[in-house]
């Protein structure tokens, strides 16, 4: 694996993935992508760990609450800021994550918190 900073897609929606991949790589970032939480956190035991987590939270498997749980248990990747992807605008306070995209999104929506993240301090 690369030691160049990348962003880690995690969703089970293929389509969902490489629309998110194309776009991010057209904006010249580096993505890898995992189907469930269960495959991204096998990503994460070795190599570099991601800038960005996009984190999909209804997903089968390990769903993206259980993710966000195993992840911040984890000192190496619990400082990684994590961008929660979803469609229920009714999840509460209890929403894990350091922000929120709501679907539908724009291409802007999408941009403007991917950037405001990588750039942020980690």
Do not use: H
Request: one cysteine or more; a negative charge.
């Amino acid at each position: 694996m690369s030691d160049k900073p990348y962003i880690l897609l995690v969703d089970d929606d293929s389509d969902l993935r490489q629309c998110l991949v194309d776009l991010l790589q057209d904006e010249g970032y580096v993505t890898r992508t995992a189907g469930s939480g269960r495959e991204a956190m096998s990503l994460l035991e070795d190599g570099t760990p991601p800038r960005l987590i996009l984190l999909d939270l209804m997903m089968p498997d390990l769903n993206g609450w259980q993710f966000y749980e195993l992840q911040q248990q984890n000192q190496r990747l619990a400082r990684i800021p994590v961008l929660v992807v979803t469609a229920s605008r009714s999840l509460g306070p209890n929403l894990p994550g350091t922000d929120v995209l709501l679907k539908p999104f724009s291409i802007d929506d999408v941009l403007n918190k991917v950037e405001r993240l990588v750039q942020s301090p980690a």
